[in-house]
Each structure stands twice: as C-alpha cells, then as structure tokens.
Nanobody
Framework: QVQLVESGGGLVQAGGSLRLSCARS????????MGWYRQAPGKQRELVAT??????NYADSVKGRFTVSRDNAKNTVYLQMNNLKPEDTAVYYC????????????????WGQGTQVTVSS
C-alpha cells in the first residue's frame, strides 16, 4: 500500500524559507507525477508545483520563489520555498499519481496527511 509522509512545515516570517519533503513507501508500477498542493482556510485545494519526469510545473503565484524536485532513489519529492509570503499560509499536501499493478491499471492519486505552513507578516 502506498503511503506518503510529509515533513518540514512550520512557522516562518515573511521573506523566510522552508523545505518540505515527502517520502513515499509502497510499490508503484508506473509513477507519472509527484508534487504539492495546498489548501488555505475557506479555500479549495490548489496546485502548487508538480514534476513529471524531470519537468516541473508551477502555479503562477509561486513561480520564481518555489522549486520542486525529486530524488527517485529515495522515493522522495521536495518543495523548496523561498521568499515566503503570508498568502502562502496553508496546509500543504503531497500528491503522487501513478499506476499500481500494471500498464492496464488506472492512474490513481495518493495524498499525504498534510503539513502546516504558516507565514507571519
């Protein structure tokens, strides 16, 4: 069974940095995308950054400030967040999309439990 464990959230002042990590356990036949989403109070969950193969994709609001990367040997995806702003405050969720048992199996989303990021002004 696939499990995702996030770490690295916390409280930081505006302009500061944090690095989130998400370690995956359990087997996946074919991994398509790994990445990060976030959900602020009263808002819908939104994409922050994903990486497919070696190609990153970013929300406009974080371009130039956040960097997503993955270490396939460690089954881990990272999110380096620089120049944080109060509007970045949210629960950040790790996401993995892939096929579980073979080439004909559907692509499935897996989610971590979330880690809180709070940016004070």
């Amino acid at each position: 069974q696939v499990q995702l464990v996030e770490s690295g959230g916390g409280l930081v002042q505006a302009g500061g940095s944090l690095r989130l990590s998400c370690a995956r356990s359990g087997s996946i036949f074919s991994l398509r995308t790994m990445g990060w989403y976030r959900q602020a109070p009263g808002k819908q969950r939104e994409l922050v950054a994903t990486i497919t193969g070696g190609t990153p994709n970013y929300a406009d609001s974080v371009k130039g400030r956040f960097t997503v990367s993955r270490d396939n040997a460690k089954n881990t995806v990272y999110l380096q967040m620089n120049n944080l702003k109060p509007e970045d405050t949210a629960v950040y969720y790790c996401n993995v999309n892939g096929q579980i048992w073979g080439p004909d199996s559907p692509f499935v989303n897996f989610w971590g439990q979330g880690t809180q990021v709070t940016v004070s002004s």
